[in-house]
């Protein structure tokens, strides 16, 4: 009868807002938005609810704002970990919360801070709220609506067959060792730095492997969605060989890679990925973005490479739950008759 | 854009020669060789050159008591900015102005300053004189996290945003202001936020990677240079020395000062070219030995130069 | 020609902005509405905004912007509406404009115009009426300048705006509609000069700005009784004229001293002090002071009327020095 929340006070603030025309997700909004989660998973009586600490103090700032008004009787906890404000943060909180047992982890951020849970969560179900930058993954949903899911699958509400779906996601080989994930897409690119991490350059972009494609997305996932449309449970991603804007590429795909970035990206060649497939990175030394972010950096002389797996993260999938819930009549009450009037 | 090996040499060498001016000031000051007050930059190098790596001529920058930094970022003298803190005739101000008024107008480095703060509303105007004159220079405020809580800062951006000033506020948020840690100064972390406020571009960016802050600097002078306005961008750093040399640091933890040590901005770009095949182990230390060899001139500069003479006191006061 | 205070500054504005394209003009309300008191009036029509910038209400943006563009080049005028809000800019001015050349080694130059408003008379009471002349006085770096008649505002504007130096120029909002002669065509009037108003052998009255009008007044009404006043105008505080003040006071031999300020710490114990350092001998009776009372300037009429110096309190004064 628990559930964690991981929220990115980092999320929402990249260079994106400059490069392209992405908006800032201010920290006390995000305050916000977790206040509503627990007053959904409350009113569901869920007994605990995990934070993970972080520089921000979400926790401590989301009860402080609700002491006056409204008595929770959820338990609210911080997980006991020291934390670095790097992204391992969210990893390690992600395990920790996996070992308390929680029912799923809510996040909030955008593709780069569920790449990070995920690598903590195990089997654990994700529930992902947007506010980052590029959110293929999460989804845009009010914080009530996201605490009531939550709570359908913690109490018991709804089963986890009825809520849960599976995702797919890249795993990503060093010189034949897994050296990290992606949920969304793995970018090559002619770089040298991590730099200030966005992808916003297309002409440095070299080879994209993706586990969605879809136009209705913004990122690299729309290159892909340009070329055809992959859903999130179809058995299938795919690899597109990117061509330089001077080559001869004969397709080119008009596709909006960051919030208001509609760029021409010319491709050379693309092909389905089966699971299990693992193709190669061409170029050597590179920087390889994972979910929309400069990550990786592959020096001279090492090989990487890139897998499609069926086995990403589970996410619960709101829609269906609240549904489910819905039918079973756990949202109905029905008010007693007094007695003797039939 | 991306700037060539060069240019990347050039960044590692400025990065290098603050750091070793830096450090020969604080045995200097030790030692009592130097006078007054100084607040040193080391740890912080990557803001001020992945920012003055990207300026022209025409460019204007406002800086903070923090400020040799930004002086030799812009391309300052470290013999005349090291006879300055000295208080020799031979500094960029004659002596007058000291660690905290180091400035360089002829390079377009509109001084250090001993209030904090004061350099958000100067750079604007100076942003300002460039628009008005339409020479395509922009203008930098450095700042830190203590004076986004000040009325400068508001007023300047709001005044930026609603001229559209080429104007870029970089506030290096180094965590603590003064002693106050930043969780018990503002009730936000992230002070790109506040550019919410003023309906103009606000990002975070990890500032103790030079790159990072180079490519977010690039693209807000782009930006400003296209008369599109100011941006503010957010460098998270910090820094290694206290506040002020003698400033023992009872607010903050060694073990935390020696967690942000392990993400020197230095080391960090040094290994990202090496491993980059970039530059070469032999060429890094070979700058090494040059920057160590032009600090120890600066300071021989410094010290041979004399002191002002007494004459000096009340000149300078008025122009002609 | 004959013209108001208000007209003159605004003809020394048009002047300048007209000869050097370095000339602009910011500050509150200074362009469509054409200032609080219509000084600027007419300029944003014929300059554009520009060169006639309308401010948000943040005086610390204005001046500190302004000092900022004067080093990086440009030639600033700024509009304090009142000169009670310079506290709200006080660092831009003090710290920064009055002390950047020296402290960059003399190596920037500043050339700043601040105007602003003082004085009592309107009702505007306590935050919109005080004379806070003597606090840029004590401002290395600063020129102090205070003009009391349209001439001498037009010939001193035109030369603030062409010094190197920041400069703040302290109109009187009750000089605005007095008139007077104004010369033809361009022409400037130094800072440090003195103005001696009325020549007189028996006293030597030093007033300032509005009060140099007052002076005036009383000097007549004691010429009907014998005593000859010389009415001296030191038009500029920063610098100042001490041989003018020094010979009218070795002629006369008494020294009345009138500012509208509170008399604790204002101009005129500047003024006494370098008569007691370099004219001691010249004086026949002790300096006086005629200003007004340590107090913040009250809102009430009659008590606003009573905290101003009046001709009759100056008439007092000199009468007591015989």
Known sequence: MSVGIIANPASGKDIRRLVAHATVFDNNEKANLIRRILLGLDSLGVRRVWFMPDYFGFYQRVLDSLAGRCRLALEARLLDMKINASQDDSRRAAEMMAAAGVSCIITLGGDGTNRVVAKGAGNIPLLPVSTGTNNVFPVMVEGTVAGLAAGLLATGAVEPEEALQRTKMLVIYINGRPADIALIDAVVLADRFTGSRAVWDASKIRQIAATRGSTACIGIASVVGGLRHIGPAEPCGMHVIVGSPTGDAAVSVRAAIGPGLIKRVPVVAYHLLQPGQRIQVLESPCVIALDGERELRINAGDSAEIELSMEGPWVVDIDRTLAAAAARGVFREHRERPAGNK | ?320 | MEMTYSQAINAALREEMKRDDTVYILGEDVGIFGGCFGVTAGLIQEFGPERVLDTPISETAIVGSAVGAAAAGLRPVAEIMFMDFMTVCMDEFFNQAAKMRYMFGGKVKVPLTLRTVCGAGLGAAAQHSQSLEAWFTHMPGVKVVMPSTPADAKGLLVSSIRDDNPVIFIEHKMLYGVTGEVPEGEYTIPLGKADIKREGRDVTVVATSLMVHRALVAAETLAGEGIEVEVVDPRTLVPFDKETLLQSVEKTGRLVIVHEAVKNSGFGAEIAAIVAEEGFDFLDAPVKRVAAPFAPVPFSPPLEAAYVPSEEKIIEAIKSLF
Not at chain 2, 102 to 108: D, F, N, Q, S, T
Not at chain 2, 130 to 155: I, Q, W
């Open chain 2, 1 to 320: 854009m991306a700037p060539n090996k060069e240019e990347m040499l050039d960044m590692y060498r400025k990065m290098l020669l603050i750091r070793e001016f830096e450090e020969t000031v604080a045995n200097l000051f030790s030692q009592g060789q130097i006078p007054g007050f100084v607040h040193l930059y080391v740890g912080e190098e990557a803001v001020a050159v992945g920012v003055c790596s990207n300026l022209g001529d025409k460019d204007y920058i406002a800086s903070t008591h923090r400020g040799h930094g930004h002086g030799i970022a812009r391309g300052a003298s470290v013999e005349k900015m090291m006879a300055e803190i000295f208080g020799k005739i031979d500094g960029y101000c004659k002596g007058k102005g000291g660690s905290m008024h180091i400035a360089a107008v002829e390079l377009g480095f509109l001084g250090a300053n001993g209030i904090v703060g004061a350099g958000l509303p100067l750079a604007a105007g100076a942003a300002f004189a460039n628009k008005y004159l339409k020479n395509g220079g922009v203008a930098v405020c450095f700042f830190g996290d203590g004076a986004s809580n000040r009325a400068t800062f508001h007023e300047a951006l709001n005044l930026a945003s609603i001229w559209k000033l080429p104007v870029i506020f970089v506030c290096e948020n180094n965590m603590y202001g003064i002693s106050m840690s930043q969780e018990r100064h503002q009730n936000i972390n992230d002070i790109a936020d506040r550019a919410v406020a003023y309906g103009i571009p606000g990002v975070s960016v990890d500032g103790n990677d030079v790159m990072a802050v180079y490519e977010a600097a690039a693209e807000a002078i782009k930006r400003a240079r296209a008369g599109e306005g100011p941006t503010l961008i957010e460098c998270k750093t910090y820094r290694f020395r206290g506040h002020f040399e003698g400033d023992a640091c009872v607010y903050r933890s060694e073990e935390e000062v020696n967690e942000w040590k392990k993400k020197c901005p230095i080391q960090r770009f040094g290994t990202s070219l090496l491993e980059m095949n970039i530059a070469s182990r032999e060429e890094l230390d070979a700058i090494s030995a040059e920057v160590k060899e032009q600090i120890k001139n600066a300071v021989e500069f410094a010290r041979k130069s004399p002191y002002p003479d007494v004459s000096e006191l009340t000149t300078d006061v008025y122009c002609d």
